[in-house]
């Protein structure tokens, strides 16, 4: 259709979606697909690197209701990479969900931003899944991830999982009942310390856009109904050594003996697997332990692998029943002070704050698991 003819077709139905023509001259969108996106209501977890590129582009792309729940706040270095925020943010001290919501009201103020400040555990995670269309992968960790995988195939929502470090991507489309789960592919959380996180060992934001990209455009395929053509294998890249893969899946779902998907064990959304926090009275510290489960599956915590990956951090010692490192989070007014203790079981104690969902998050960026 030429861009005089969706003109006259948008004058007669919608007015509102003149923004989007040249989005609409693609064939397989056209008017009718983008007044499925407009219709669509997409639940975001995650709103840092991947989540701001992510949410950026479905809000110009005309994507109606975006539900966004992070438990984070802004700080300068999330500038080099998480593209709806800057400075003033910073200054005005907005949680990034808040942050996001606002910055999109301004860039497409016909797409309804729903703003969450909150840690998502299995307390939550099915009331805000409720009626979306959609789940979207923003986080930095297993334990969460596995939470919206047990939420997707339970109540039978697509969602598209995406994970970035260094210069290295993985994504992938997760089709409840027809494509293999994220546990198909991944059993169990990895012990602690064994995967370096963006804190400890970077990221660089041209790796960040092209995995959030494909996560972005595969969600509008999957909205505006060409399913048929959404990729079916995990796609997963180097971008500095320039090594591209996409690896087929899909008979993980058949080898593969899922608690998830093929048993319909909802192991992280009961809770069973859940980290445990509890502030220690007096201290000015969280203790974080990992579930019984967990502890069982994984082996015991390497001091020296973390102590490696927290080269960049603090300086770590330890011996073999502990290790201790200082870690300093922004500048100025901002700065604030912790102490990690990690212990050989994978519990750790973060002193320097009496609030849970703070110690998780030193926990994720620096712990990993």
Known sequence: MALSDIAEELDKADPTLSRYNRQMLWPAIGIEGQKKLKAAKVLLVGCGALGTVVANLLARGGVGHLTIVDRDFIE??????????DHDDIEQNLPKS???QKKIAR????VT????VADVNHTNIEQLAAGKDLLLDGTD???TRFLLNDVSVKHNIPWIYGAVISAMGLAMNILPNESPCLRCIFETVPPPGMNPTCDTAGVLGPTVSIVSSWQALEAMKLLTGNKKDLSPYLFSFDMWDNRWQQLNVKKAKEIADCPCCKHKNFEYL????ASSTTSLCGRNAVQISRSAGDAANGAKVDFDRIAANLRNVGKASFNKFMLKCPIVEGDGERRKEYELTLFADGRAIVKG???ASVARNIYSKYVGA
């Open 141 to 143: 960790n297993f334990e």
């Open 98 to 100: 808040v942050a996001a």
């Open 113 to 116: 931003v729903e703003a969450v």
């Open 76 to 85: 300068i270095t999330n500038l080099q990479r998480q593209v709806l925020f």
């Open 107 to 110: 860039i497409n103020p016909d």
């Open 353 to 355: 704050t009496n609030e």
């Open 270 to 273: 009961s809770g069973k697997f």
